[in-house]
């Protein structure tokens, strides 16, 4: 393994950088010293205050910067560290504590040491990476805490969860105004908002949003689709990349149609802003990045991978997880799935898991239930479908349990017990659940209707019921991070969550063959539902909205 002879200025370990090799890779050989290479830095900032202090009236945009923000100062030092390695300053973000460096890898090499290779894995074919940690020149080790974008290792996932709305079941897939009929949003399109949905893969298919809001009779929304740093291809772009990356592409789009016609059918009125990036780290601080500034109401996130998967190193982890905390100071609401893989997360191991960024204390968790017919009546429980776990592209289960990671946070006033040795008290997801299995979602894809669900699904349904609700609020008590409310008690001495929420007291996450172990439903507050799925109009008078 390679390693730039020292330079004259001593470098230091950045804590937390040690990242383990992808399963199943090899490495090749070197990278090329003159490949380029983009990375973003992390800075140091002040101690960011208790979000959860802040959900009922987030700072001002001037006390955020104020308080939140890198120093100028630092920002200064680090430029001119780095320029004398020949590396390039391309922007500098004080309010996300972020800047984005540029060079070849031999100067990346000299300034940091990460030792880039070249590497092939079944799984994502040849990339560059690193494995191990990266230094930073001494001085600058009190100011730098993250180097992000060495590598370009995929950290995050996504599949369709189409194949159980091939069974045969006596509803049909939800259309928008089932959805809205069935969690009873209240009145409005979501006139004047500004939603968000990430991206990861996949491109745009206009004509299918198109499609999907004439069958619907909704009207067509403003939708800005905006390159974090990767291409969005049309079908006819597609057509013409290899065969193996077309279909993952193609696949990908799938899923990214899915959100943004969840979305547009539920707030035809409100402006959609589609984000896409590369899945890896620097492609998920980036976009969580444009997404402080854009300010949305909400951000709706159905890509993500085991919070101890390994392909995440911690100060990733902890890089990402600051973005979080940040967006949820302004009063973001980032709503993220809680996985489609039950309580194993695609793990192999005889643990539980859950699924990052949903982990995050920062984040509002969403998980799925699918609509059984019992007795003539329509019941509304847990989504477990199969074995629990998408095999073969069938089977899949809601995400859900105890982070292994992420303490619970003070707000989190709930008792579950994590299903591990430890005992460690995490932070417990979901925190809502809304449909995911069957009868599934009726959408459009390539002109045709694809019926789709996972908690890909019903997490936009989510962040649509927000901003739906944001728009019928008095403006003092508008932009607000919901998650810690729903634990907050209210008048009636209970959290609002039991009062907004109807409680789903039925099924489990239990994912095979491995762990084999899961979390049930049961009535209140559980790692299986959270507080249950959502009643549209009683969440907006809880927040002191009116009907």
Known sequence: MRRQAATAKQLVVVRDSARV?????KRLRDASPQQRVDVTLTLRGP????????ARRPPSLAQFRAKCGASRADANKVSQVLRKFGLSIDEVS??????KVSGTVAQM???????LGIYESAKQGTFRDREGEYEVPAELQPIITAVLGFGERRVAGRKPSKTAAKATHPLKPFAPQDIENHYRFPQGRGAGQRIAVAEF??????????????LFGRDLPTVKRISIDAPIRNLAQMNRLKPAHRRDEIGYTGEVMMDVQIVAGLCPEAEILVYFAKDHQKGWVDLLNQTIKDRPVALSISWGAAEDSGDWSKAAL????????????????????????????????????VDFPGSSPYSLAVGGTMIRHKAGKAVEQTWRVGKGRRIRDVGGATGGGVSSIFAKPGWQKVSVASLNKGDFKGRVV????ALAGPPMYDLIFQSER????????????????????NALLPPRKRQRWLTPLLYAKTSHGLSMGRLVCHDITIGNNVSNPKPGIGFNAGPGFDAVSGWGVPIGASLLLALGGSV
Request: charged share 20%.
């Open 318 to 353: 902890n890089a990402i997880n600051e973005r979080l905390h940040l967006a949820a100071l302004l009063g973001i609401t980032v709503c993220c799935a809680s996985g489609d893989d039950g309580s194993g997360d695609m793990q192999t191991d005889k643990r539980a898991h």
């Open 21 to 25: 090799r992808q399963k199943g890779a």
């Open 450 to 469: 694809s019926p789709g669900g996972g908690t890909s699904a019903s997490t936009p349904v989510l962040a649509s019921l927000i901003a739906r609700v």
């Open 109 to 115: 090499e000299e300034a940091f040491h990460p030792n």
């Open 94 to 99: 004080l309010e996300t504590r972020s800047m």
């Open 201 to 214: 893969g996949g491109g745009y298919f206009a004509e299918d949003l198109a499609a999907y809001c004439k």
């Open 47 to 54: 101690k960011l205050p208790d979000a959860a202090v802040f």
């Open 430 to 433: 979901p925190d809502l659940t």
